[in-house]
């Protein structure tokens, strides 16, 4: 079975301020990673994922995530956030093969002018 | 447009009063699932489909019924809500393995 740790449930910072959501995951089998974003009243809108091949992926808005296999790691980034980037942030699992997704608890994050 | 759309977005309902929240996507999909999000637990799957007329059971799936009798459609039946489905559903599809799930917009629910 797949699960995934997002230990921030929320991160606080600035506008222009570089920031990182972190996500660790555990999987005995080849995993899939995304990244998904919910904004406030809305439903759940891709970021980027993780397939195969390089292991920093690119995603909307500014986004990116390394895939890091020994550290069981895939963490957000974005080196310039915007007011506008406040939601709620999604990690999930899935793995390969496999149709189900296995979604962290979130980390909500609030940016301030 | 491709979409995935629920109805209602919005129900109250009280103890025990059956009620089923429709999910429809246009985009020839075979995968389908549900999921309900609560805070501090994030998204937890109540049932899936692979395709047509084979459903399986989620993480969550007491108090819950689905049906897949067309591909297009995924309704979810609750058929004696109680508060603790109280609650915030998504439905979601795909296809094939490595194709991204995409999301409706949420049907937010009060079971007073």
């Known amino acids: 079975a797949q699960s995934v740790t997002q230990l921030d449930s929320q991160v606080p910072v600035f506008e222009e301020a570089p920031v990182e959501l972190r996500c660790n995951y555990s999987?005995?089998?080849?995993?899939?990673l995304f990244w998904y974003v919910q904004y406030p009243n809305q439903g759940l809108q891709l970021l980027l994922k993780?397939?195969?091949?390089?292991?920093l992926v690119k995603g909307i808005n500014g986004f990116e995530a390394e895939f890091n296999k020994s550290q069981t790691s895939f963490h957000l980034r974005k080196p310039s956030v915007h007011i506008s980037d406040t939601a709620e942030y999604f990690c999930?699992?899935?793995?390969?093969?496999?149709?189900?997704?296995?979604f962290g608890t979130g980390t909500r994050l609030l940016v301030s002018p | 447009e491709a979409q995935v759309t629920q109805n209602p977005r919005y129900l109250i309902t009280v103890t025990g009063k059956k009620l089923t929240v429709t999910c429809s996507q246009n985009?020839?999909?075979?995968?389908m699932s549900w999921y309900r999000q609560d805070p501090g637990l994030g998204l937890r799957q109540i049932y899936y489909?692979?395709?047509?007329?084979?459903?399986d059971k989620g993480d969550v799936p007491e108090g819950y019924k689905v049906s897949r009798k067309e591909k297009r459609n995924f309704p979810l039946i609750l058929e004696s809500p109680s508060p603790n489905q109280t609650s915030l559903y998504f439905c979601?599809?795909?296809?094939?393995?490595?194709?991204?799930?995409?999301f409706g917009p949420g049907t937010r629910l009060l079971v007073l």
């Open positions: 979601a599809s795909s296809v094939g393995q490595q194709e991204t799930q995409y």
């Open positions: 999987s005995s089998v080849s995993v899939y």
């Open positions: 993780y397939l195969s091949g390089s292991t």
């Open positions: 999930a699992v899935r793995a390969t093969g496999f149709q189900k997704l296995v």
């Open positions: 985009m020839n999909h075979e995968y």
């Open positions: 489909s692979m395709n047509v007329e084979v459903t």
